[in-house]
C-alpha cells in the first residue's frame, strides 16, 4: 500500500487531498495518515498542509519503493534492498541458486560486510555512500560468451554515470569505471553454466558515489574517486541506479537482437585504455605493448614491439604513457 500512496503523490503536481487519497484506496483518513507516517519513517519528506493534503517533496537516497516505483521493465522484476549483506553477489548466487529469487531480480545492499572485488579483492562498501548493486539474469548465453555480459555491464555503467551525473566516466579494461585514470567502479561477474549455455548470471557492480576523499581507504586514496570527489556535490544513489538498470536493458536488448558488435563498437567507444602504451601481468608474466583492441570476447589485443599480437584474457594493466 505505501508503494501505492507513494505513486500517487510522485504522480501528482501538486498537492494531493488526504480526502482524495482515501477514497482512491478506500481506506480511513486515519489509514492514510499512518501510511504517510510510515514513508516518513522510510525517509520520505512528504509535506501535510492542512486543507491542502499532502506533497512528496523527495525520497530518500536509497530505497526500494521508489525504485521499484520508477522501473517498468520487461527485463527486472524485482528489486530488493539491504541495509546490510555480506556480499551481494555472494547473497544473489545462493538465493538464485536455490530458486528463492528468480532471474530479473537486483539486489541492493546499503552496505557489505565482505564485499568482494576481482582476483580474490576486498571491495570496501562503508554504508550511506555507495552502490553495491547485483543483476540476476539468465543469460542463454554460450559460456564462451560470458565475457560480453561484463562488456555490456562496462558500457551501461559508463553511459548512465555519464548520463546521470554529468561526468566523464571511461572503461579502463576489463572492467573498470574510470576519470582521469582514477576508478570509481568495477564489476565483477559470476556465473553458473551447464556445459552448453549459462543458466546464470550474476553481475556485480560496485559504484564509489558519495565517499569522500578521506573515506577513501589509504592504500587506494591515489588510484581511486568518487562521484562526489569529482563534481563536487552528493548525487541520489536511487538516480543512479534507475539509469543504469534501463542502461543495462538497452544494451541487453541489442546484444540480443544485433549480437556482440554494436556492444563492443560502444565498448570501444568510451573506452580510456586503447591505443595506449600498457603493461599488463596476466597469470604472474608481464606483457608491454600497444593496447590496439578489443576481440570478439572481450579480450584485450596487445601488440608489442615485436609486432607480435598477445591475446590478453585477465589480468591488471598500468598505462606507461
Ligand atoms: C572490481 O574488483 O573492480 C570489481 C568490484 C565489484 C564490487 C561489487 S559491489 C556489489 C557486488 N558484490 C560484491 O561482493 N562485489 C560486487
Known amino acids: 500500500m505505501s ?14 487531498s488526504g480526502q482524495d487519497i482515501s ?21 520520505y519528506v512528504i ?16 530505497a526500494q519503493d521508489y525504485l521499484l516505483m520508477q522501473i517498468k521493465s520487461d527485463l527486472w522484476k ?22 528463492e529469487i528468480a532471474p530479473g531480480t537486483v539486489l541492493v545492499a546499503d552496505q557489505q560486510t565482505r564485499g568482494k572485488g576481482r582476483l580474490g579483492r576486498t571491495w570496501e562498501s562503508p554504508a550511506g ?29 559508463a553511459l ?53 576523499y ?21 548525487h541520489s544513489r536511487n538516480e543512479i541506479i534507475i539509469q543504469l538498470l534501463k542502461e543495462f536493458e538497452q544494451c541487453y536488448s541489442i546484444l540480443k537482437k544485433e549480437g556482440k558488435k554494436p556492444l563492443l563498437d560502444a565498448w570501444r567507444k568510451n573506452s580510456s585504455t586503447l ?13 608491454s605493448g600497444i593496447a590496439e583492441d578489443i576481440d570478439d570476447n572481450g579480450m584485450l589485443i596487445l601488440k608489442m614491439r615485436s609486432g607480435r599480437r598477445k591475446t590478453i584474457s585477465s589480468g591488471d594493466i598500468a598505462f606507461l604513457s
Open 214 to 234: 578521506r573515506g577513501l581507504p589509504d592504500i587506494v586514496r591515489h588510484i581511486a574517486t568518487s562521484v562526489r570527489i569529482e563534481t563536487g556535490i552528493n
Open 78 to 99: 524485482d528489486i530488493i534492498v539491504y541495509d546490510s549483506v555480506e556480499s551481494t553477489n555472494d547473497l544473489a548466487l545462493s538465493l538464485a541458486t536455490k530458486r
Open 129 to 157: 555512500l555507495n552502490i553495491y548493486i547485483s543483476l540476476i539474469i539468465r543469460p542463454e548465453l554460450e559460456p564462451k560468451d560470458t565475457t560480453m555480459l561484463t562488456v555490456l555491464a562496462a558500457v551501461a555503467g
Open 3 to 16: 508503494k501505492t500512496i507513494l505513486d500517487l503523490l510522485k504522480g501528482a503536481d501538486a498537492f494531493i
Open 160 to 212: 548512465a554515470l555519464q548520463r546521470s551525473c554529468s561526468i566523464p566516466v571511461s572503461i579502463k579494461w576489463p572492467n573498470d569505471l574510470v576519470i582521469s585514470n582514477k576508478k570509481l567502479g568495477g564489476i565483477l561477474t559470476e556465473v553458473r553454466a551447464d556445459p552448453d549455455l549459462v543458466a546464470l548470471a550474476v553481475i556485480g557492480m560496485g559504484i564509489n558515489v558519495n565517499m569522500d
Open 47 to 62: 509535506e501535510a498542509v492542512p486543507s491542502k493534503g499532502y506533497c512528496l517533496k523527495s525520497a530518500p537516497d536509497l
Open 275 to 287: 591505443g595506449r602504451k600498457v603493461n599488463v601481468i596476466m597469470h604472474g608474466v608481464s606483457w
Open 23 to 43: 477514497t482512491h484506496f478506500g481506506i480511513s483518513r486515519a489509514a492514510v495518515w499512518k501510511k504517510i507516517l510510515a514513508l516518513r519513517n522510510k525517509g
